[in-house]
C-alpha cells in the first residue's frame, strides 16, 4: 500500500508528541511493508530510510526512477575531494540542526504553542508563494540534475508575519504538486489541523480516501472558553471533509463526537505506543531496578499551558513537602503559564524545591526521566500522553489523571482526577515511602507496556484502510 502522510514535524525537529508519533507510525507501517511519503511545510535534512520519502520545500519530491539516478550518483564518489564534499554537507546539516534544536529557529514553530493564527492568505499571497515555491524546486532540481549535490541552497524562507498560514498553505501546494506527478497513493493520512487546508485543497482534485488523525483538538490544547475559534472551525471542516477519522483514544473520540458533532461510525482508535519497546522486554525479565536517590526527584513534563495542568502539580507539590520536605519538583517545558507557575511557585513558598529545565530535546528529557523517581502527568485533557509510556519504560512509576488517553492502556498506573491534589499528594508520599507499592507498579506498568508496539499500532491502522477496500 502507498501511504501519502501530510505532517508538521518529524525527528530530528521534535516540538511535542506529535513528531513522536508520526515516526512510530511511519516505522510500523514500513515494518509491515508498507510504503510511506512524508509531506512536511519544513524539513532541511536528509533521511534515507527504505520505504520512507520526505518531501519539503528543501527535497522536492522525485519519482523512483530520479531517486535510483540521484543514488547511483551518490554511490559513484570514489576519490577524496568527492568525500570531503559529502563530510561538509553533512556538518552542514548537523549545524542546521543544532540551531533548530538548542535556539528554537522561528522555522520550527509548533502548532502546539502559537497564540493566534492570521487571516487566511490573499490570493496575491497565494500566487506568491507558488511561485516562490515552484522557483526553489526548479533549483533544487537542477542543482540535482547538474551537480547531483544540495550545496549551496538556503532552506525555503517564509515570512515572519504569516508564517503559521504560509506553512498551512505550502503543505497544499507541496501534495498538489506530488499527487499531479503520481496519482498512485491509496491513501491520503493528514495529521492534526495544520494539514486540513491541504486535505481541503486535494479533495476538490483527486478522489482517493482522505483519513485525519487527531492528537489533540483546540478544546483540549485550550479549553471551552478560551480557544481559537478561526482553528475550530479549519478542524470541523476537516473532519466533515474526511472520509475517516482516526482518534489517538476513546477519549479523544468522545470529544470529537460531543465536541463537533461527527458520527461515531466515522472514526476508529488507534492507540499510540512506546519507542523504547526493546528495553521494556528486558525489563520485565529481569529485577526491577530501584532508584535510591536522594533526595526524591517528582517529574513534570509538557508544555506550561493549560491542558496540561500545571498548576494542579505546584499544589500537589505544596502538600507533599509539608510531609516531606526533602522531595524535589522538576519541570521540563515551556508555555504561556509558565511565568504564573512560577510566581505560583514563590507565593507558596516552596521555590527552593523546584527546579525547571526549560525545553528539552528527546535526550535530555529521556536523561530527567532517567534520574526522576516519580512521573506526574495532571492534565486537564489529555488526548494521550506519549511520555507516561516513555517514563515507565524507564523504570518510573507514573501517576495519571483520569482525563486522559493513556489511562486507557495502563491498567496499572496510579490514576487520579487533575483536579484531586490531595489524592494526587498522597499517592506521590505513598510511593516515596513503600518501596513494595513502588516496584509492583513499574513490574505491572511494564507489562501493560510489553504489546503497546507501533507495529501493533500500524497493523490496527491498517486494518481501518481496509474499510476503504
Known amino acids: 500500500m502507498k501511504i501519502l502522510m501530510l505532517g508538521w514535524e518529524y525527528p530530528p525537529m521534535i516540538s511535542g508528541g506529535l513528531a513522536t508519533a508520526t515516526e512510530g507510525l511511519i516505522n510500523g507501517l514500513i515494518a509491515l511493508g508498507h510504503k510511506v511519503t512524508l509531506i512536511l511545510p519544513y524539513f532541511p535534512f536528509q533521511v534515507k530510510i527504505p520505504g520512507l520519502k520526505i518531501v519539503s520545500p528543501e527535497n522536492p519530491f522525485l519519482l523512483d526512477e530520479e531517486f535510483d539516478i540521484l543514488n547511483q550518483f551518490h554511490n559513484s564518489y570514489t576519490n577524496e575531494k568527492q568525500k570531503n564534499v559529502l563530510e561538509i554537507i553533512s556538518q552542514t546539516y548537523q549545524e542546521i540542526e543544532n540551531i533548530i534544536q538548542n535556539k528554537g529557529k522561528k522555522n520550527n514553530i509548533s502548532h502546539y504553542n502559537y497564540t493566534h493564527i492570521e487571516n487566511e492568505l490573499s490570493q496575491d499571497e497565494r500566487k506568491n508563494l507558488e511561485y516562490n515555491l515552484k522557483n526553489h524546486h526548479k533549483l533544487i532540481n537542477e542543482n540535482i540534475k547538474y551537480k547531483h549535490l544540495k550545496i549551496n541552497l538556503k532552506p525555503f524562507s517564509f515570512s515572519i508575519t504569516n508564517e503559521i498560514n504560509e506553512k498551512i498553505y505550502a503543505l497544499g501546494l507541496l501534495a498538489l504538486d506530488l499527487l499531479e506527478k503520481d496519482p498512485t497513493y491509496n491513501i491520503i493520512h493528514a495529521h492534526d489541523w495544520m494539514s486540513f487546508t491541504a486535505v481541503e485543497m486535494l479533495h476538490q482534485k483527486f478522489e482517493i480516501p482522505i483519513v485525519a488523525h ?256
Open 214 to 469: 487527531i492528537h489533540s483538538t483546540e478544546i483540549d490544547r485550550s479549553g471551552d472558553i478560551h480557544n481559537n475559534q478561526k482553528i475550530l472551525a479549519i478542524e470541523k471542516k476537516g473532519l466533515e471533509a474526511a472520509d475517516m477519522i482516526i482518534a489517538v483514544s476513546q477519549y479523544t473520540k468522545n470529544v470529537i463526537i460531543e465536541k463537533f458533532g461527527i458520527i461515531n461510525n466515522k472514526i476508529k482508535v488507534v492507540y499510540n505506543a512506546n519507542n523504547d519497546q526493546h528495553n521494556v522486554s528486558k525489563r520485565i525479565s529481569s529485577n526491577v531496578e530501584q532508584k535510591n536517590s536522594e533526595p526524591h526527584v517528582v517529574t513534570f513534563v509538557g508544555r506550561i499551558t493549560f491542558q496540561k495542568g500545571p498548576s494542579y502539580f505546584v499544589f500537589a507539590a505544596e502538600k507533599v513537602l509539608k510531609i516531606n520536605p526533602n522531595v524535589i519538583f522538576k519541570v521540563v517545558g515551556t508555555g504561556d503559564l509558565l511565568p504564573a507557575m512560577k510566581q505560583l511557585i514563590w507565593e507558596l513558598g516552596i521555590h527552593k524545591n523546584f527546579i525547571f529545565e526549560g525545553f528539552l530535546n528527546a535526550q535530555g528529557v529521556q536523561d530527567v526521566l532517567n534520574s526522576s523517581s516519580i512521573f506526574v502527568m495532571p492534565s486537564v485533557s489529555e488526548p494521550f500522553g506519549i511520555v507516561a509510556l516513555e517514563a515507565i519504560a524507564k523504570n518510573i512509576p507514573v501517576i495519571i489523571s483520569k482525563q486522559s488517553g493513556v489511562s486507557e492502556v495502563l491498567n496499572h498506573a496510579m490514576k487520579v482526577d487533575f483536579w484531586d491534589t490531595d489524592l494526587m499528594a498522597d499517592r506521590i508520599l505513598s510511593i516515596l515511602k513503600y518501596t513494595p507499592i513502588r516496584n509492583e507498579l513499574i513490574e505491572n506498568s511494564l507489562k501493560d507496556l510489553s504489546n503497546r508496539t507501533w507495529k501493533h499500532s500500524a497493523q490496527t491502522l491498517v486494518n481501518a484502510y481496509s474499510d476503504f477496500n
